[in-house]
Nanobody, 121 residues
């Protein structure tokens, strides 16, 4: 069984920073792309950032230049460094990982439970 556990959310003021972490654990053979999504109240879940197994990164435009995604492949962990936070960044943040459980198996998407980020003065 695979679990993704996020941490690092909280309440901060505009302009401050937070660092989110997400670790995949369990019987894992390989982790491919790792991603962050977010869902604000009464809104659809939206993609925020992706990092490939090789380290290639992509971001949604509103966070470009403020957020940085990174990963530790040895620990199956993905991070999201969020700087210059704005009230519109307030949301529940979810991580997602493409994981194969055994050699030769298909990759499947696994999601974390989410961590709340609130940006307010």
């Amino acid at each position: 069984q695979v679990q993704l556990v996020e941490s690092g959310g909280g309440l901060v003021q505009p302009g401050e920073s937070l660092r989110l972490s997400c670790t995949a654990s369990g019987s894992i053979f390989r982790v491919d792309a790792m991603e962050w999504y977010r869902q604000a109240p009464e809104s659809e879940r939206e993609w925020v950032a992706t990092i490939s197994s090789g380290g290639m990164k992509n971001y949604v435009d509103p966070v470009q230049g403020r957020f940085t995604i990174s990963r530790d492949n040895a620990q199956n962990t993905v991070y999201l460094q969020m700087n210059s936070l704005k009230p519109e960044d307030t949301a529940v943040y979810y991580c997602k990982a493409e994981i194969a459980l055994v050699a030769g198996a298909s990759m499947f998407d696994y999601w974390g439970q989410g961590t709340q980020v609130t940006v307010s003065s």
